[in-house]
């Protein structure tokens, strides 16, 4: 097997006697490190994998080596390999080798290829992908190095036909600062961006989702970026007419009240948790289905979304449970480790309608009404995971520590008058009756 072939496969070349491929049947996977062109022999193992890793290795010394096109022979072996997914890591790439071999994926049935803790040096001439299609609808990079986006657009627009039918992209953990608008063109069907664990300021998203780009883009990742005004990103994304979900997880955010940006209306889930927010923000997006507001400071929470179906309020500071008499399509609600000591019997009734209701480890106050109503919604069958060890007495003291669903709340034991009275009245009549 030619070095043409190994390359255009992703395999690194390096030296060394313990370069080989392990192949694991049961996950139809293989796993090949520092594979030198001497031992290349053993990836004829990787042949019935349809996920292949290539880990370690050195290409550099292999950037001039001259590549030509592919005897039709070469081209039916590729055509028969059922790989579907490369990853390649920990390993310098020149661009320059990359843009030359990065054509001949068109012969495979490569539909992901991925990219992790790697070096791209110096940069390669695109030209040979103008106008080429490939199989590839998934790209990933994770913890990479490479020249700056700015200044790239013609390397991008030879790539146009193949990046114009790319539907997933993820630059993660990259030290990404922008995107060009004309780069974000390009991705005409991109459907999921994931931009996490970069350094993207609230300046850097008016220019990436500039008017036309990622028209189609309907999952977008942001969360462990340097955002910090609510409203900043609100009229950043404000572009992106089909974006339905949203993550901005892990980002110091402030709203602004006098701020009247408008969510884009398609955006139904939205993700805020661990954004150290003291308060819902408004606006929130009008057709939200799903909010994800936990591990935040929320002393209250006062909405009115009559589409919301899931929220997410546990690891906040709330001290009662927020009325759902507003969310009539509400299925899911979560309030673990919050502040809360009761819930209210009326509320009780509207809970017990839910489907998925979590409410664990919070200071519950075990008087009849308080342990009363978490055991009614217990026998809804509606209480989600953590019930009856995570629920807990935290008052009164004879109950501290008690598990609530221990906690006795029989009528005779909460509300004797109730029994008591009755039993009068049954008496007195018997008596009169006697008479």
């Given at each position: 097997?030619?070095?043409?072939?190994?390359?255009?496969?992703?395999?690194?070349?390096?030296?060394?006697?313990?370069?080989?491929?392990?192949?694991?049947?049961?996950?139809?996977?293989?796993?090949?490190?520092?594979?030198?062109?001497?031992?290349?022999?053993?990836?004829?193992?990787?042949?019935?994998?349809?996920?292949?890793?290539?880990?370690?290795?050195?290409?550099?010394?292999?950037?001039?080596?001259?590549?030509?096109?592919?005897?039709?022979?070469?081209?039916?072996?590729?055509?028969?390999?059922?790989?579907?997914?490369?990853?390649?890591?920990?390993?310098?790439?020149?661009?320059?080798?990359?843009?030359?071999?990065?054509?001949?994926?068109?012969?495979?049935?490569?539909?992901?290829?991925?990219?992790?803790?790697?070096?791209?040096?110096?940069?390669?001439?695109?030209?040979?992908?103008?106008?080429?299609?490939?199989?590839?609808?998934?790209?990933?990079?994770?913890?990479?190095?490479?020249?700056?986006?700015?200044?790239?657009?013609?390397?991008?627009?030879?790539?146009?036909?193949?990046?114009?039918?790319?539907?997933?992209?993820?630059?993660?953990?990259?030290?990404?600062?922008?995107?060009?608008?004309?780069?974000?063109?390009?991705?005409?069907?991109?459907?999921?961006?994931?931009?996490?664990?970069?350094?993207?300021?609230?300046?850097?998203?008016?220019?990436?989702?500039?008017?036309?780009?990622?028209?189609?883009?309907?999952?977008?990742?942001?969360?462990?970026?340097?955002?910090?005004?609510?409203?900043?990103?609100?009229?950043?994304?404000?572009?992106?007419?089909?974006?339905?979900?949203?993550?901005?997880?892990?980002?110091?955010?402030?709203?602004?009240?006098?701020?009247?940006?408008?969510?884009?209306?398609?955006?139904?889930?939205?993700?805020?948790?661990?954004?150290?927010?003291?308060?819902?923000?408004?606006?929130?997006?009008?057709?939200?289905?799903?909010?994800?507001?936990?591990?935040?400071?929320?002393?209250?929470?006062?909405?009115?979304?009559?589409?919301?179906?899931?929220?997410?309020?546990?690891?906040?500071?709330?001290?009662?449970?927020?009325?759902?008499?507003?969310?009539?399509?509400?299925?899911?609600?979560?309030?673990?480790?919050?502040?809360?000591?009761?819930?209210?019997?009326?509320?009780?009734?509207?809970?017990?309608r839910l489907q998925d209701v979590a409410v664990a480890d919070n200071p519950f106050s075990c008087s009849c009404s308080g342990a009363g109503g978490l055991q009614a919604l217990a026998a809804t069958g509606h209480l989600g995971q953590g019930w009856p060890g995570d629920y807990r007495c935290h008052s009164p003291?004879?109950?501290?520590?008690?598990?609530?669903?221990?906690?006795?709340?029989?009528?005779?034991?909460?509300?004797?008058?109730?029994?008591?009275?009755?039993?009068?009245?049954?008496?007195?009549?018997?008596?009169?009756?006697?008479?």
């Amino acid at each position: 097997m030619s070095v043409a072939v190994l390359l255009l496969l992703g395999l690194q070349v390096a030296e060394g006697r313990r370069n080989r491929c392990f192949f694991n049947r049961t996950q139809e996977s293989c796993v090949c490190y520092s594979l030198s062109e001497e031992t290349a022999g053993s990836i004829i193992q990787c042949l019935p994998a349809t996920v292949v890793e290539f880990w370690g290795g050195d290409l550099e010394k292999y950037a001039a080596f001259p590549i030509r096109d592919l005897d039709s022979s070469v081209i039916d072996t590729l055509g028969s390999l059922v790989i579907q997914k490369i990853i390649i890591g920990n390993v310098l790439v020149p661009e320059v080798l990359l843009a030359r071999v990065l054509r001949f994926f068109s012969y495979t049935h490569v539909q992901e290829l991925a990219f992790e803790s790697c070096v791209f040096q110096g940069t390669g001439n695109w030209s040979d992908m103008d106008g080429q299609n490939l199989p590839i609808l998934s790209l990933s990079f994770h913890n990479v190095t490479s020249a700056p986006l700015t200044g790239r657009e013609q390397a991008f627009s030879s790539l146009s036909r193949w990046l114009e039918s790319l539907e997933e992209l993820a630059v993660t953990g990259s030290r990404v600062t922008s995107v060009p608008c004309a780069i974000g063109r390009v991705f005409r069907a991109l459907r999921s961006l994931n931009l996490a664990h970069n350094s993207l300021g609230d300046g850097s998203l008016p220019p990436t989702f500039c008017q036309g780009a990622f028209p189609q883009l309907q999952q977008l990742s942001l969360h462990h970026n340097n955002l910090s005004s609510y409203h900043g990103v609100c009229e950043g994304v404000e572009l992106l007419p089909e974006l339905r979900h949203l993550d901005l997880s892990h980002n110091e955010l402030m709203a602004d009240p006098s701020s009247s940006c408008q969510w884009p209306p398609s955006l139904q889930h939205f993700n805020l948790s661990n954004t150290g927010l003291d308060e819902v923000p408004a606006p929130l997006p009008p057709h939200l289905e799903v909010l994800d507001m936990s591990h935040n400071h929320l002393h209250a929470v006062d909405i009115s979304l009559s589409s919301m179906k899931k929220l997410f309020l546990n690891q906040n500071l709330l001290q009662a449970v927020p009325s759902i008499r507003n969310y009539p399509m509400l299925d899911t609600l979560h309030l673990d480790n919050n502040s809360i000591s009761e819930l209210p019997r009326a509320e009780v009734k509207l809970l017990g309608r839910l489907q998925d209701v979590a409410v664990a480890d919070n200071p519950f106050s075990c008087s009849c009404s308080g342990a009363g109503g978490l055991q009614a919604l217990a026998a809804t069958g509606h209480l989600g995971q953590g019930w009856p060890g995570d629920y807990r007495c935290h008052s009164p003291a004879q109950y501290q520590g008690w598990q609530v669903a221990q906690v006795p709340v029989s009528v005779l034991h909460c509300d004797p008058a109730a029994v008591v009275a009755p039993l009068c009245v049954a008496l007195a009549l018997l008596g009169v009756a006697g008479a």
